[in-house]
Each structure stands twice: as C-alpha cells, then as structure tokens.
C-alpha cells in the first residue's frame, strides 16, 4: 500500500509544536500493527519547511522503531 498525505502542518507533522502532530502517529502505529507501507507521501504547498519535516519524521521513526519510506513533496531549497 502506498499513502498519500495532503498537507505538512500541526495536525500531520506537529509543525510549530514539540510533538508529531496525529496523522504521522497513526500511520506508524498503522505499520506497527502489521500493514504492510510500501510508500508515504506527504505534499504540501511549498518546500520551505521541508527539512524541519524530515527532522521530525526521521525523529519519530527513532523513537517509535519504525522503518517507511517517506518522501515530501515539493522537495526543499
């Protein structure tokens, strides 16, 4: 399965907050729970903060021992 999230804010990513937001959470205890992701992606509307997301997921992959391929969209400066 691959999926496709719509949008790289608090409620996706925890942009602007110490935490992870809820959808990225879901989804890794979504692949915790056996499901097999083959892809995630995430779009949002520019890539200026596209590094700061991939420091967030890399964080909660860490954390939670979680491996997914994720690639964000548009791609960062």
């Known amino acids: 399965m691959n999926i496709i999230v719509i949008g790289t804010g608090m409620y996706v990513t925890g942009r ?3 935490g992870y937001g809820t959808i990225m959470p879901a989804i890794f205890e979504y692949i915790r729970s056996g499901e097999k992701v083959k892809q995630i992606t ?3 509307s520019n890539g200026k903060n596209t590094n ?3 420091e967030k997921i890399n964080n909660l992959k860490q954390n939670t021992d979680i491996s997914c391929n994720v690639m964000i969209y548009p791609k960062g400066n």
């Open 52 to 54: 700061l997301i991939l």
């Open 42 to 44: 995430i779009v949002g």
């Open 16 to 18: 602007g907050t110490d």
